[in-house]
T-cell receptor
Framework: DQQVKQNSPSLSVQEGRISILNCDYTNSMFDYFLWYKKYPAEGPTFLISISSIKDKNEDGRFTVFLNKSAKHLSLHIVPSQPGDSAVYFCAASAGEAGGTSYGKLTFGQGTILTVHP | DAGVIQSPRHEVTEMGQEVTLRCKPI?????LFWYRQTMMRGLELLIY????????DSGMPEDRFSAKMPNASFSTLKIQPSEPRDSAVYFCASSLAQAGGYNEQFFGPGTRLTVL
């Protein structure tokens, strides 16, 4: 059972335009959400996160939006740059420190973003 | 800090052989995770440790898979016997527990396993 889903395997965008990557989750216990970025032949690296008490978090060109009622989050990249071309993973976390679920992230399948010059 | 170190980076083996993947987490981190990446399922958590103790191994696909963490600076993932369907990229990650549920994990470069 895939608790975190990224339904778009790929996305192609023109340089300078907005990239929107989507993620849906099913587990209502998730209270922290993260986006990771992965280049070929490298491990994923942390990009941006959001707590369930917020609905938006912004860091430079990257903004994450959370809609808890819809169990949906999205990552906006504006303006998109060719260097943003990578695989983007959505991840979710549940549980308080010391709990049995603490520390565990559940990842989606990833979306391949290609930004064309 | 050197980051999470994994070895080997590439492994090609024949079906039925034993495969051992190695990981050195970031010094001071108290969580260690093993993931497998495939096209179909993305990043799957196989097992994770807290302070060298296995916490959740529900993602380990079969008894052919085993993982150990004998000390805070070393972990292994072993597949015995290996099968072609085990071919994937295996990642190790580590993190440091922090209040508030913020669990940024730092990933190694991965081991690309090919089982012929």
């Amino acid at each position: 059972d895939q608790q975190v889903k990224q339904n778009s395997p790929s996305l192609s965008v023109q340089e300078g335009r907005i990239s929107i990557l989507n993620c849906d989750y099913t587990n209502s216990m998730f209270d922290y959400f993260l986006w990771y970025k992965k280049y070929p032949a490298e491990g994923p690296t942390f990009l941006i996160s959001i707590s369930s008490i917020k609905d938006k978090n912004e860091d430079g060109r990257f903004t994450v939006f959370l809609n808890k009622s819809a169990k949906h989050l999205s990552l906006h990249i504006v303006p998109s740059q060719p260097g943003d071309s990578a695989v983007y993973f959505c991840a979710a976390s549940a549980g308080e420190a010391g709990g049995t679920s603490y520390g565990k992230l559940t990842f989606g399948q990833g979306t391949i973003l290609t930004v064309h010059p | 800090d050197a980051g999470v170190i994994q070895s080997p980076r590439h492994e090609v083996t024949e079906m039925g052989q034993e495969v051992t993947l190695r990981c050195k987490p970031i010094s001071g981190h108290d969580y260690l995770f093993w993931y497998r990446q495939t096209m179909m399922r993305g990043l799957e958590l196989l097992i994770y440790f807290n302070n060298n103790v296995p916490i959740d191994d529900s993602g380990m696909p079969e008894d052919r898979f085993s993982a150990k963490m004998p000390n805070a600076s070393f972990s292994t993932l072993k597949i015995q016997p290996s099968e072609p369907r085990d071919s994937a990229v295996y990642f190790c990650a580590s993190s440091l527990a922090q209040a508030g549920g913020y669990n940024e994990q730092f990933f190694g470069p991965g081991t690309r396993l090919t089982v012929l």
